[in-house]
DNA sequence: GTCCATGTTCTTTA
DNA sequence: CTAAAGAACATGGA
């Protein structure tokens, strides 16, 4: 559920709740969703305060009083969110942070799968670029390196960092780019546009609260609508919006990837 | 029971 | 070295 824009719209969410709050209890109910394993994360929380909250590719990342940081991966299935501690605790409520300011509430990180997790370390060597930010000479140099089909490279976090697979496919297809092309042979002029769209629809996505497919919601609870507005993604069998021929979809790296035959080439 | 899922990482294979 | 393909992780919904 989570990729660029549900991260940066939890972390948006989450911001006036935390930034400012001291932590004054933490509960963890599950050891092994913290890196690295055996860490003392009550420990290294309690009494802290919470000076900032940033989004670095899918990651939401802390910035503590002591200027350490760490930071929390929703994996497919995470939420993060913020409210009253009295109110019951859904299943898989791994970790629970009570804090006192601005007010009295609860920090609650749920997730049923586990392929996310709290990260007690903040290596970025395997980050790639951000995309909002990312300029189109960059992106040219980096995929004309690579053989792989389009499809894959956008999703290798070290090429680009914080799209997955929503967005690559959003993305292909407002630039008019299909998924099988191989990196290295697009054109600059190809890239170009490819930038630009991908900038376009994670912007947004943003503004739409991100999309809620299933578990996604954000800091306060509610889910995001741009689900409504994907033109591809989910939509294999329907008409294309464009062209009204039928989106198809196929398996590309490992990932269902949804597209227009005739409007992306 | 089956298949599929917004992610990441590791292994195998070529 | 590159990269494709597959599996693994764990849970739940259709």
Redesign the pocket.
Known sequence: ???LP?VQHVVDTLRPHVVGARIDSVRLNRRDIVQPAGFNLRGALSGKSIIDISRR??RIVFLLDNGQTFYI?L???GRLVVIQPDVPKP??THLTIDIDRPVISQIRFTD????GGVFWMNDES?LGPEPLTISPRELVQRLTK????IK?ALLD?KLIAGL???YVDESLFDAGIHPERNSNELSPDEIGRLCRSIKRVLKKAIVSGG??????VDANGNRGSFQKLHRVYGRSGEACVKCRSTIVSKV?????TAFCEKCQS
């Open positions: 559920m989570p990729e549900e590719a899918k991966h994996g497919m299935t299943r898989h049923p799968r586990r392929f395997s690579t053989k792989r089909v894959s976090q997955g697979n929503i999309s809620s497919l299933r578990d996604y590309l790296g490992g990932r269902t």
